[in-house]
């Protein structure tokens, strides 16, 4: 890269790395308060509670690692024009390419990243997190939980116990309220915590289940010989599906088990996760090209940055809901996968066909009116605040 062309990377990808770092630390706090009652059930929790929570981090930094990208991208470009940089780089005869280069290779060293995390770390990094829960889950059951005392596992989840000798518990009581809208009350003469393809799953013996549904009050007994619980969550297993997708490799979804009872049942849940970690990493690729059509051309500093940042935000939460949404049609039919692989990569062209004709969407009338209008707003408001000093400006300033 020329000169010029490093200095717009090292600025991008320091505005990216700041915007990444205080998005995955309030994701990351928000996800680790949600576990928190899991530290609760033992002294061993809480001392690893610490290396549980890293292993949210490579999930929580891939997901929002695009929009770092496109925030710190958007803060670099906003910040050229404000010191008259984009416009001194276009008078000296720069081109486009000048600025759109490392913006683009910024990308694709994110894109690179997010692909990795999908096929690699982030399998990994989930079941780790998950083992380590049923960890924690099966010392609470064996060694914490007292004989005749009803303890309260997690919030709705109410377990007792008549003995235990070790991995073996008689007399298992699990009342579970977590859903409104249904109580679930189990009885066991025994129960056991056994050991399958590394995880740990806590298997009824001999017992009954009585739902309750809360709106009529109407109650079903069901008796069963043999019930399995997941300790990552401590949910039944359903249908024998002892790993949850997302802790599959990419080979085993690629080429499933055909004997596996999961695929048999859902072969769908395969192609929604596998669609999943191939198109991540082409968001990333749209972002940039999003940011570099909002805040990539020049302006002077009386136009100042106008709405890109709120543009460019607004495309891509859009554009990443309708990736959401493609993927649960997935579950109910695969034929949409379709969809899940066309969104991204029909963004990515359209982004392209827009810097090909270099189009200011920030100075589109439309865009212009929304601005304009969000200003207006935001000056009738802070007039009605008895204490706003404000001082008006042209809109966009």
Sequence with gaps: MKLIERYIFK???AFSAGSLAALVLIVWIVQVLQRLDIVRTSATAAGNILWIALMLMPD????VLPFAILIGSIQALNSLNA???RAVIAAAGGSRKVIAKPILILGFIGAAIVLFNS??????ASSAFQN???AINADAISLFLRPGRFERVQDGLV???????GPNVRGLFLSDTRDPALDLTYFAREATIIEREGQSYLVLDDGQLHRKTVADGAVSIIEFQ????DLANLRPVETGDWIRMSERSTRDLLNPDPNDRV?????NQFAEELAQRRTDWLYTLAFTLWALIIAGHPRTNRQGPGPAMGVGLAGALALKALGFVSLSLVSGDVRYVWVVYSLPVAAILFDLWLVWRNVNVTELKLVRMISAGLYTLSVRIMRMLPTAAFEGRTPGA
């Design 119 to 124: 096929n690699v770390v982030g399998p990994a």
């Design 159 to 165: 377990m007792s116990i008549d003995e235990a000798r």
């Design 83 to 85: 010191d008259s940089e």
């Design 132 to 134: 380590g829960i049923r």
């Design 263 to 267: 695929f048999q049942l859902h072969p």
């Design 226 to 229: 043999t019930y399995a619980f």
């Design 60 to 63: 929580l930094a891939a997901g």
């Design 11 to 13: 600025r991008a990808l």
